[in-house]
């Protein structure tokens, strides 16, 4: 019975146990109640080994790398230790050996049980794991190392002994799919760990690996795969292939701190081989100096020009008369960038064929501005609140419209699709905000057109009765007020944008990409740091020490690597956006309000024909005689200008009250990933309405980026309020009421 048990055992069948492991009830009467549930243990560690080695055949049959490498590496482990302890046991058994033979005669079943006790809980174990891959079709690599990485973390040491094993061998696996991608750029059939645009596939990394990590091997990747399919002159050298699979093979992904720093070393040595043999400092250069242009609207008079040609081409639409006339596509904006380059620098502009305007929403009809006014909000209530997400893509054509920026190699390894975002992004928000300033100036001229024409006949007043005469001349002074108060507010923040912002972070980052200081190319703003620590200190002479890698590098150029350029572009855009206020939700929504309150009155005014007063000889323009002091039309006019007046008042008060709040809290520390706080749209920032960076720094100390912008809007408060028109207690308002003689001096002035 002895040598039934040791084939049972080895995985062969046997008459003891002729179903699973229950003792055949012919053997049951013979047998002590101990010795039968011995004999059973035994059949039950048989019955799950012959299952475990069945479930190992079937699964090593399909495609999947991953899972024959589990299957080879357990039958591997199986082989050098149960199936070596059977024949061990056999041998004991056949030689008599006295610690299992007793009195050289008989062997004890207790003795077998207690041998094969210690693969008890390993096959158990292994049993659910072949259970659970055979219950899923397809395994990819990720799951499976984290299902074994997961079951390896137990107390039997001969499980987790097992499964880090197992766990090994996969990662050896995937490690040999790594090395194709990183060190030669290729991607196996089977089983791939990308698609074709080299974007990591679902599963196909393991949890252990960090973000950081697998954003590395994206990029690493793709730039050797570009490189090769390009045929570039010059390909990747082959002693770094070889020490980059080297430093592979020596560290696992389980280990995540050191599979880490070899990650980012690799891909500190690829940047740096690319930023010196395909990627020059000239493509960079000017990549940025385009995007600068056209999107940050540097160039000025293509920029005017453009929102001219969008102006005109919707006067045209309106005019149309047939029905496919009368729709703007995005072929018709491509043109309208065409038409305003002429006779601008950006004609020549090779970059120019590179910008496109995209229009979610589809063709559409354009639509006159809207003269109905806003409802009345409580402003007070609404600060108070977190703000939601403000968008500006639609100020300029009525409707959401996007500026894309074509990118193609060897510029997409350093221009992400997140970079083009913000630029899209700001690019709404400044075209928005100049776009209105040039209504506003048509509106002063218009109103200045029409005042000089009525001066030929009235002289040195407005005309009318002396009834009527107080009443025009406080609605012209009125509309007068409203006019300059918003060209005044436009100008100011634009200037601050454009000035204390856009140039000056260009400007920075231009001497950073050159290595030069930032002082040497930008004038020095009061209180401004060194081009140095606006990016937060980012040093330029050399990789990280950290790198074991050292490519041949030149001496004439400064060694600025590819992680090095990206943290300076992203702190450049970051830079970008908080101080032109897009990362304050509350003041993004204020300046939303006040531009759809300056484009309500130019409308208005284009309405009234150029003019805030009627003509004299309108009806309704003058009192009925002993009916009124005053006539309909000029009452009318006098309500809607007082109410726009009034609107812009408040507003102005709460976008100065929250911008000096927002220089007073502290900075809210915030991860340097930029691209989630743009298409978030801010929405995490709602909460705070202090300005910030998103880079981290030392804990309690206050970042210089930080600083530098809260600098910058200090600056913009000083120029609101550089006559006290804010700050001071007292402000004069005017009246939405054109009787303010009965008032008193005292309540005029504000200080009653």
Not at 211 to 239: C, H, L, M, N
Not at 290 to 313: D, K, M, T, V
Not at 553 to 571: A, E, Y
Request: glycine content about 6%; hydrophobic content about 40%.
């Amino acid at each position: 019975m002895i040598a039934e048990v040791l084939l049972v055992l080895a995985g062969h069948s046997a008459s003891l146990f002729p179903t699973d492991h229950t003792v055949h009830p012919a053997f049951a009467p013979l047998l002590h109640p101990g010795e039968e549930q011995c004999l059973e243990s035994l059949g039950q560690i048989a019955l799950r080994y012959r299952k475990v080695k069945n479930a190992c055949s079937t699964l090593a049959r399909p495609t999947s790398r991953y899972v024959s490498a589990l299957c080879a590496t357990l039958n591997q482990i199986l082989k050098d230790g149960y199936e070596c302890l059977v024949v061990d046991t056999e041998a004991k058994v056949l030689q008599r050996d006295s610690s299992l033979v007793a009195s050289g005669s008989f062997v004890p079943l207790s003795s077998l049980r207690a041998i094969f006790a210690e693969w008890d809980a390993p096959l158990a174990s292994l049993e659910t794991l072949v259970d659970e891959l055979q219950a899923q079709e397809h395994w990819p690599p990720g799951p499976l190392i984290d299902l074994l990485a997961t079951r390896s973390q137990t107390g039997i040491h001969r499980v987790s002994a097992i499964y880090s094993h197992l766990s090994e061998a996969v990662q050896r696996v995937w490690l040999a799919q790594l090395q194709a991608l990183l060190v030669h750029g290729t991607r196996s059939p089977n089983d791939p760990l990308t698609d074709q645009n080299y974007a990591l596939l679902e599963g196909a990394v393991p949890s252990c690996v960090s973000s950081q990590s697998r954003d590395s091997i994206t990029y690493v990747g793709r730039a050797i795969g570009t490189v090769k399919a390009a045929k570039w002159e010059k390909q990747f050298p082959q002693d770094l292939a070889r020490e980059h699979t080297k430093l592979l093979n020596s560290v696992l992904p389980q280990d995540q701190y050191a599979f880490d720093r070899i990650i980012m070393d690799i891909r500190t040595a690829v940047s740096e081989w690319l930023w010196l043999n395909v990627l020059t400092h000239q493509d960079v250069e000017d990549a940025v100096e385009s995007l600068a242009n056209y999107f940050l609207l540097r160039n000025g008079e293509f920029a005017l020009s453009l929102i001219r040609e969008i102006e005109r081409l919707k006067l045209s639409r309106l005019s149309a008369r047939s029905v496919p006339s009368t729709m703007i596509r995005e072929q018709d904006l491509h043109l309208a960038l065409l038409r305003a380059s002429l006779g601008t620098t950006a004609q020549q502009d090779p970059s120019l064929a590179h910008l496109h305007f995209r229009m979610p929403s589809g063709p559409i009809r354009p639509l006159l501005p809207s003269l109905a006014g806003a409802p009345a909000k409580d402003l007070s209530t609404s600060l108070s609140q977190p703000a939601e997400p403000t968008s500006f893509d639609d100020l300029l054509l009525g409707t959401p419209l996007m500026l894309t920026y074509s990118v193609t190699w060897p510029l997409d390894l350093f221009l992400h699709a997140s970079d083009l975002q913000t630029y899209a992004m700001l690019f709404s928000y400044l075209s928005a905000l100049r776009k209105t300033h040039t209504r506003i100036h048509a509106c002063w001229t218009a109103l200045s057109n029409a005042q000089r024409a009525r001066r030929r006949w009235t002289g040195l007043g407005e005309g009318g009765t002396a009834e009527d005469l107080k009443a025009r001349q406080e609605l012209l002074r009125c509309g007068w007020g409203v006019v300059r108060e918003m060209n005044w507010f436009l100008d100011t923040l634009l200037g601050y944008v454009m000035t204390d912002v856009v140039d000056v972070e260009f400007r920075k980052m231009k001497g950073l990409l050159l290595g030069r200081p930032a002082g040497g190319i930008a004038r020095q703003m009061t209180g401004s740091g060194s081009a140095q620590e606006s990016v937060g200190a980012v040093p330029l002479a050399a990789s990280k020490s950290g790198s074991t890698i050292h490519p041949s590098q030149s001496t004439s150029v400064p060694p600025l690597d590819f992680t090095t350029l990206r943290g300076i572009h992203t702190t450049y855009l970051e830079r970008l956006l908080t101080g032109s206020l897009l990362s304050n939700p509350a003041l993004t929504n204020i300046i939303r309000m006040i531009l759809e309150v300056c484009e309500r009155f130019a409308a208005q005014v284009e309405r009234w024909g150029g003019d805030v007063l009627p003509a004299l000889l309108f009806e309704g323009s003058l009192a009925a005689a002993g009916a009124q002091k005053v006539g309909d039309m000029v009452a009318e006019r006098y309500a809607i200008v007082g109410e726009i007046d009034e609107a812009l008042q408040t507003l102005l008060d709460a976008f100065y009250e929250q911008l000096s709040l927002s220089t007073t809290l502290q900075p809210f520390s915030a991860t340097a990933d930029v691209t989630k706080s743009v298409l978030l749209q801010n929405t995490s920032m709602a909460n705070t309405t202090g300005f910030h960076t998103f880079r981290g720094g030392r804990r309690g100390k206050r970042l210089e980026g930080d600083e530098e912008v809260r600098r910058h809007v200090e600056r913009l408060l000083l120029r609101l309020d550089f006559n006290g028109q804010f700050s001071s207690a007292g402000r004069r308002r005017r009246g939405t009421h054109y009787a303010r003689d009965d008032e008193d001096i005292l309540k005029q002035g504000g200080l009653a």
